[in-house]
Nanobody, 123 residues
Framework: QVQLVESGGGLVQAGGSLRLSCAAS????????MGWFRQAPGKEREFVAA????????YYRGSVKGRFTISRDNAKNTVYLQMNSLKPEDTAVYYC????????????????WGQGTQVTVSS
């Protein structure tokens, strides 16, 4: 069982930055691929970024590539999402998730989810 707790969300102006953190419980954090998803009001949840167990491989949805960076610190059981050059369309609840799979890019690939943190980008 893995419990995930996100933090770092908030209100920021367009062009600004935020760093989200997701702290995981347990001693097996390094055995999970980790991902970030987001859900805007009235829209389906969508994949944002993922990182492999070691942190050596990362994946991004096209609209955030070059602006967002996912990273992890296995010693601290934490995964991060650095978000730069934020746009109003990035406004959403952001969720982190853990997957037992080697590669995971969609909801169904993930086994554990956090409660989400709100990110609001004003224009």
């Amino acid at each position: 069982q893995v419990q995930l707790v996100e933090s770092g969300g908030g209100l920021v102006q367009a062009g600004g930055s935020l760093r989200l953190s997701c702290a995981a419980s347990g001693r097996t954090f390094s055995s999970y691929a980790m991902g970030w998803f987001r859900q805007a009001p009235g829209k389906e949840r969508e994949f944002v970024a993922a990182i492999s167990r070691s942190g050596g491989t990362t994946y991004y949805r096209g609209s955030v590539k070059g602006r967002f960076t996912i990273s992890r610190d296995n010693a601290k059981n934490t995964v991060y999402l650095q978000m730069n050059s934020l746009k109003p369309e990035d406004t959403a609840v952001y969720y982190c998730a853990a997957s037992r799979r080697v590669a995971a890019y969609q909801d169904l690939d993930y086994d554990y989810w956090g409660q989400g943190t709100q990110v609001t980008v004003s224009s």
